[in-house]
T-cell receptor, first 112, second 112 residues
């Protein structure tokens, strides 16, 4: 099976702009979670989608949003970018029968 | 919510040395899972092992072994005869429903 794919891999944006990141799960995986990784805060959970519904949300401002499509692909959107949003954004997917999450390579976002 | 602590921020060893990475967790759940992930410089988190709270047997996979002790709330990871390719950041994690809580990670440097 193909692994989790994330696009784009690298992104440079300026403050105030918005950005959309994409995640395609492993075939058959319906759960998609997003994480933000920064040197200061480590790995933090953003949200999780299952069958097009957000099931869980972490402690992030409303500028961070996401959605999931019927084919389980997910997008994450960040509006009004701030310098502190610079991070590696990781997507993880799993099937409903297992807790094991499989991670994508991440999107490295730099906000200038 | 789960809490995962990795007190070792960074460890440096010389190739062929054994090294143990510590993980301590806190949970109010009677049934829970624990995970270890490896993050090489490329950024992608690689799943290493899942352990459930019912199984206290140690697990060995090649040069890797895991010691799970409920009495001390620890789930330690040992690499035997370390190699340069083991250099990475290692994360211990515990899920709480569909959220994963990660420790802060231990950076392992294996020098030739």
């Amino acid at each position: 099976k193909a692994g989790v794919t994330q696009t784009p891999r690298y992104l440079i944006k300026t403050r105030g702009q918005q950005v959309t990141l994409s995640c395609s799960p492993i075939s058959g995986h319906r759960s998609v979670s997003w994480y933000q990784q920064t040197p200061g805060q480590g790995l933090q959970f953003l949200f999780e989608y299952f069958s097009e519904t957000q099931r869980n949300k972490g402690n992030f401002p409303g500028r961070f949003s996401g959605r999931q499509f019927s084919n389980s692909r997910s997008e994450m959107n960040v509006s009004t970018l701030e310098l502190g949003d610079s991070a590696l954004y990781l997507c993880a997917t799993r099937d409903s029968s297992s807790y094991e999450q499989y991670f994508g390579p991440g999107t490295r976002l730099t906000v200038t | 919510a789960q809490k995962v602590t990795q007190a070792q921020t960074e460890i440096s060893v010389v190739e062929k040395e054994d090294v143990t990475l510590d993980c301590v967790y806190e949970t109010r759940d009677t049934t829970y899972y624990l995970f270890w992930y490896k993050q090489p410089p490329s950024g992608e988190l690689v799943f290493l092992i899942r352990r459930n709270s019912f199984d206290e047997q140690n697990e060995i996979s090649g040069r890797y072994s895991w010691n799970f002790q409920k009495s001390t709330s620890s789930f330690n990871f040992t690499i035997t005869a370390s190699q340069v390719v083991d250099s990475a950041v290692y994360f211990c994690a515990a899920p709480d429903f569909n959220k994963f809580y990660f420790g802060s990670g231990t950076k392992l440097n294996v020098k030739p």
